[in-house]
């Protein structure tokens, strides 16, 4: 596992502030679609007690809702475009005035662009606060691919475990071990719009780790085995280790 973009600031510490709950901590993931950064923003998100808060989640729940903000995000989720920046900054800036976010966030899938970057840390500003740390997971293209075409997840949204047909199944086929609830398969993960969503995560990652990486924030993550049993273990110690300093 490779750090680097840390060992010259001490930004990660400057900024914990005790509060009855624990740290104060705002936590970004970044990562390509497939990545692991899901799974290592909840396993993550259960270890220090912080909300995880997924863009791709909230609007999953809406399409399945069928609101109106669910049939504008679909438009573009099914697609493997990005939902529109206005769109999404609304919703993490409603989602971040939650109680539950006083004490820090697991943030998975935002921000996505320089703007949301930007506008995350306006809002951020606004309560005295700003970006602890930006984990950024590199993880190459071909396990990304094999890894989405076989990608399962649990129907039910308080379980949201995810399973991979090839390399780690569900004993029963199709049917979530955690909780029994069936497994689905995202409409977007399809050949077509995992192309268009690896190349969107490109165009825009450059900027958002320059971006994140000047702040002194990023601490760079690539696993050395990414489909080995252990490798979500190893990369959340990677994080924890780097929080701590
Ligand atoms: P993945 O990282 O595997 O693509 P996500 O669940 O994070 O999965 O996102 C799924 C889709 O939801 C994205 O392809 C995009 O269309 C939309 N989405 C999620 N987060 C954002 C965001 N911050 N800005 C714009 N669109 C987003
Ligand atoms: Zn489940």
Redesign the pocket.
């Known amino acids: 596992i490779k750090n680097d973009g840390m060992e010259t600031n001490c930004m990660v510490t400057k900024n914990k502030r005790e509060t009855k709950g624990g740290f104060v901590m705002k936590i970004i993931m970044l ?4 990545s692991g ?2 799974t290592t923003a909840k396993v993550l998100a259960e270890r220090t007690n912080l909300p995880h808060i ?4 909230m ?2 729940e809406q399409i399945k809702k069928g609101t109106e903000l669910g049939k504008l ?1 679909n438009s ?2 099914s697609q ?6 206005e769109v ?1 900054i609304n919703i ?1 800036k409603d989602r971040l005035g939650w109680e539950d976010a006083e004490n820090g966030v697991i943030l ?6 320089i703007k ?1 970057a930007e506008a995350l840390a306006l809002i951020l500003q606004e309560k005295g606060k700003q970006v602890d740390i930006v984990p950024e997971l590199v993880v190459p293209d071909q396990v990304i691919i094999d890894r ?1 075409l076989n990608r399962a997840t649990c129907s039910n949204k308080e379980c949201g475990a995810i399973y991979n047909t090839k390399f780690k199944p569900s004993k029963v086929p199709g049917v979530c071990d955690k909780c029994g609830s069936a497994l689905v398969t995202r409409t ?1 993960d399809n050949e077509e719009a995992i192309k268009t ?1 690896l190349e ?2 490109r165009e825009n990652s450059k900027d958002l780790i320059a971006y994140y990486k000047e702040k002194g924030v990023l601490v760079t993550i690539t696993p050395e085995n990414p489909n080995a049993e252990n490798s979500t273990e190893q990369v959340i110690n990677t994080i924890l280790e780097a929080i701590k300093r």
Do not use: C, E, H
């Not at 997924?54 to 989640?57: A, K, P």
């Open positions: 990562g390509a679609p497939g950064k899901g997924s863009t791709g989640d609007f999953r995000a573009y989720i493997g475009n990005l939902v529109p920046d999404t993490v998975d899938g935002f921000p996505r662009t949301q989405i977007d969503r969107v995560y």
